[in-house]
């Protein structure tokens, strides 16, 4: 014979699987914008990896370069873990730290939940 669970577990269980699951479905996505004071240097640096971006749970990237200033980039880095993106940041700022001025300046981030995405 088996017994209903409580209508307080029933909700704990909802609550662990509706996080579980908002964790897989929603891909967080770390967002850097700033200058470089050379696009090529700053390419090449990039190229580097200095972080391992594979290890640190960078899933796809995309790389974006301003239209009216040559020398301003955009990146999203995409991860399956708020986690990830959060010590993924973490270790560009200590990065950051030893670069500023030379491979980049002031450096503006952002995470974001991907809700929604289609080719159209």
């Not at 050379?38 to 391992?52: G, V």
Request: aromatic letters at 12%.
């Amino acid at each position: 014979m088996t017994t209903a669970a409580s209508p307080e577990r029933c909700v704990q269980c909802f609550i662990l699987l509706y996080t579980l699951l908002f964790e897989i479905y929603f891909m967080k996505v770390l967002h850097i914008e700033h200058p470089v004071p050379n696009f090529e240097s700053w390419k090449k640096a990039f190229a580097a990896d200095p972080i391992n971006r594979k290890a640190s749970g960078v899933r796809k990237y995309k790389l974006y370069r301003s239209t009216s200033n040559l020398n301003y980039v955009a990146i999203d880095l995409e991860f399956d873990s708020l986690q990830n993106a959060e010590s993924t940041l973490q270790k560009l700022q200590l990065l950051w730290g030893q670069v500023e001025g030379i491979v980049l300046t002031g450096p503006k981030t952002q995470i974001f939940d991907v809700i929604e995405s289609a080719d159209v």
